[in-house]
């Protein structure tokens, strides 16, 4: 006999938390609703979500959730936590989760812990901008989870619902998970910017200069080969000379050459791994290292 799933009940009313409300509903978990101070925010996110939305003061039904998801923002976290815990809506009998990937529980919600049945992260690690896309398409999303066991285990069966897949942390690990994270998706954001306004410096239209179908193309080959066998271009070769015109037509914009120098480092430490025929060029990574450090 499958296991029901728990009543839940939503914080928030921002991307993350409309798309969890939404991808809760549609994995077959009671979603009570969702909550949050200001009304047009939470109308809006419970219509997208298709749960029912309160605002002003916390809501009775609270009381009915089992677990209970703060969806807010990270500086808000503990406070919001502490207020509900306050009004007397949540208490021993529910499970606390909160979604701040760069925090544990512990810092987050530790002041409540001991007032609530259990406490856990869970962190979708996934970009969400658009929840209306994302509540349908959160199947396959790895989710960091950590917290005491009653939270880690109310957590795992969230994320089960929507066919989600878990990713154990311990709580010394969130700030190194999340740093991971913006290094993968917020920062590749600005690097393709920075690779747009390389273009935009050279006379190439705005709107025809962010390289997203190349950067997609790359993403497909880490995909199917790993960082190391998806590195390709001039530093994969151990091409020298293309390294140090790249650098000199980006000479006037420092801000962009520091970004390419940082990014070079690193490719370049990921071409000193490939052995073997198809090896690049080692004396043209030595080159290209020193004329890195070179353009300190």
């Not at 970009?127 to 349908?136: E, G, T, V, W």
Request: glycine share 10%; net charge positive; hydrophobic share 50%.
């Amino acid at each position: 006999m499958t296991a029901r799933n728990p009543t839940a009940f939503i914080v928030g009313a921002g991307p993350v938390a409309t798309a969890l409300a939404g991808a809760l509903r549609l994995g077959g978990v009671p979603v009570l609703g969702l909550w949050a101070r200001r009304s047009a925010p939470a109308r809006a996110a419970g219509s997208t979500a298709g749960v029912a939305a309160f605002s002003s003061a916390p809501p009775d039904i609270l009381l009915e959730a089992e677990v209970v998801i703060l969806a807010v923002r990270d500086q808000a976290v503990a406070e919001v936590a502490q207020m509900l815990v306050g009004t007397g809506l949540i208490n021993k009998r529910h499970v606390l989760l909160q979604c701040a990937g760069a925090m544990s529980a512990k810092e987050a919600l530790g002041q409540v812990a001991g007032q609530v049945a259990g406490i856990a992260t869970l962190h979708p690690l996934t970009a969400i901008a658009d929840a209306k896309l994302a509540m349908r398409a959160i199947k396959g999303t790895v989710f960091g989870v950590e917290g005491d066991e009653v939270g880690r285990v109310m957590a795992g069966r969230l994320v089960a619902a929507m066919n989600g897949i878990v990713l154990a942390l311990d709580g010394a690990q969130m700030a190194s998970y999340h740093a991971a994270a913006a290094l993968a998706s917020n920062y590749l954001v600005a690097t393709i910017d920075a690779a747009a306004a390389v273009l935009a410096g050279a006379g190439v239209a705005p709107d025809k200069a962010a390289q997203v179908p190349l950067a997609e193309g790359a993403l497909r080959n880490i995909a199917a080969n790993g960082t190391t066998g998806g590195l390709t271009g001039p530093i994969r070769r151990g091409d020298h000379a293309t390294v140090a015109r790249h650098l000199d037509a980006i000479r006037d914009r420092p801000e962009l050459a520091e970004i390419y120098r940082a990014l070079a480092r690193r490719a370049v430490e990921i071409a000193s791994r490939i052995d073997g025929r198809d090896a690049p060029d080692r004396a043209g990574l030595d080159a290209i290292r020193v004329l890195l450090d070179s353009s300190r």
